[in-house]
């Protein structure tokens, strides 16, 4: 800390502040929660009521009243004695000092008309543990029996930090930030406010600018009913990072519900939600998956782990096994699809299995009907028709909007698919009129073979290279 010397000349209306507030030195002292017998805050009210001769205190044994004898001898002096800068977690605060008050103290008594800096004229009972401080807007208390602060204070906290927020319908408390789920935060627990799981502030922080207290951890206290059965004491340490700024209320619901899910698959459980499953077979039945996939998972997950998801969901059962036997599933469900289809190994698991599949299926088709091509255009064609019997129409259009239009008996296949399936002809501006001839000329016998794929189509299919190269 350093001092410089002031002139009186420099900080006029500095004193005049002060001096305003030196008349009414009551005016320091917050509205105590308790109105307990020996609540220092009463007394200070008594011993500051009508007139008083501040100097008086000078000698006092109290910070507080001692502090206000100070600031009285420093604002009287006609050069103003020394001049302190003190940054706090609060902001930085300037005080005046001729004598040997804390300078918290001092920052606090000379700064009554900041809403936060106020409260620290009483830093000395709140580092004994005696009482603690809430300070935000016109809402001034104290408690010395750790009484939590009425809703209207976290609402003036959300306003001053310009926090946009609502009710939640359920509890009536104040929400900040979106998501499904939230964290509940207490104080001397009881309820004050809901984090979003998906909040990218650190809303303990914001609080504790306004709160002024010995021990934050000892003061707040959070619940996330997410997997609760599976919370222990090592989450303490999470929440002493995230009170400190340590990381957002997304972060924080994140990794406290990430330690609960790795808690309860150690424990060799298999749950939905909060439903506890008693083995694997029985965890599977609930998700709309196919016996041939259920036996699959069931015998190629680990004996003595568990599994947790949020709810009876194909993709997030997916999504939890397959950093594990991901691998050996797309094995057991398409033997030599893994290497065939590198592909399509991409994303999320239920999409790989999807496109999978498709692949698989289109590829029998293919086998099967086994239409021999004898060109790019003809390729395109036998390409389309398997298809076209295989998947749904999407999948053409997919595949015709990949398609060279270069030569013309493409184009003509083209025509004749979007014409048959009556698929969106955002293309057709590519296809010429000979083109649209050829499309049509063909288009009877891709009917005939779509409408009998397993009766000779290849012959059927060999006649088309009479009109198309």
């Keep these: 800390m350093s001092y410089k010397r002031e002139s009186r000349e420099r900080n006029e209306a500095r004193i005049r502040n002060i001096e305003e507030t030196l008349k009414h030195p009551k005016t320091l002292v917050p509205d105590c929660l308790d109105k307990v017998m020996f609540c220092p805050f009463t007394a200070y009210e008594k011993k500051l009521n009508g007139e008083v001769d501040l100097l008086k205190f000078a000698k006092s044994h109290d910070e507080f009243l001692r502090g206000l004898a100070e600031t009285k001898r420093a604002i009287d002096d ?3 004695s020394f001049s302190g800068l003190l940054k706090t977690p609060h902001g930085t605060a300037t005080f005046f000092k001729k004598g040997d008050t804390d300078q918290y103290v001092l920052a606090g008594i000379q700064n009554e008309k900041h809403d936060v800096f106020r409260m620290l004229s009483f830093s000395r009972i709140v580092s004994s543990g005696k009482a603690v401080i809430y300070s935000a807007g016109s809402y001034y208390r104290a408690t010395c ?3 939590p602060p009425e809703s209207k204070f976290i609402e003036n906290i ?13 509890t009536g408390l104040l929400e900040v930030g979106t998501g499904d789920d939230y964290t509940e935060l207490y104080i001397f627990g009881s309820p004050i406010l809901l984090a979003g799981s998906m909040s990218k502030i650190n809303t303990p922080t914001r609080i504790f600018k306004y709160i002024l207290c010995k021990d934050p951890t000892q003061l707040i206290s959070f619940k996330i009913s997410k997997l609760s059965r599976f919370s222990d004491k090592s989450e303490s340490s999470i929440f002493a990072s995230y009170i400190s700024g340590g990381m957002t209320d997304s972060d924080f619901f994140q990794q406290i519900v990430s330690r ?23 965890f599977l039945s609930k998700i709309d998956i196919s016996e041939r996939e259920k036996k699959i998972i069931s015998e190629l997950w680990p004996s003595g782990e568990g599994i947790y998801i949020d709810d009876a969901s194909t993709r997030k059962l997916y999504e939890t096994v397959w950093p594990e036997i991901g691998e050996q599933i797309v094995e057991q469900l398409y033997p030599g699809a893994t290497e065939k289809h590198k592909e399509v190994m991409k994303g999320n698991p239920v999409e790989i299995l999807d496109r999978l599949n498709r692949a698989v299926k289109l590829e029998e088709t293919e086998e099967r009907m086994k239409l021999k091509s004898w060109s790019t255009p003809s390729s395109q064609l036998a390409d389309l028709i398997a298809i076209g019997i295989t998947e749904q129409p999407e ?39 000979d083109a649209v001839v050829k499309g049509r000329m063909i288009m009877e016998y891709v009917m005939r073979i779509i409408k009998d794929p397993w009766n000779n189509p290849n012959e059927t299919f060999q006649e088309i290279s009479k009109i198309i190269r």
């Design 395 to 433: 999948s053409l259009t997919d595949y015709i909007s990949k398609m060279s239009m270069k030569e013309t008996d493409s184009q003509a296949v083209a025509y004749c698919i979007q014409e048959i399936y009556k698929l969106n002809r955002s293309q057709s501006w590519k296809i010429s009129s």
């Design 158 to 170: 959300l306003k001053e930090e310009n926090i946009s927020y609502s009710i939640e319908e359920s």
């Design 145 to 147: 029996r750790s009484t």
């Design 260 to 282: 609960r899910r790795n808690l309860a698959k150690s424990s060799g459980l298999f749950l939905i939600g909060t439903e506890a499953f008693p083995d694997i077979n029985a």
């Design 78 to 80: 006609d050069e103003l």
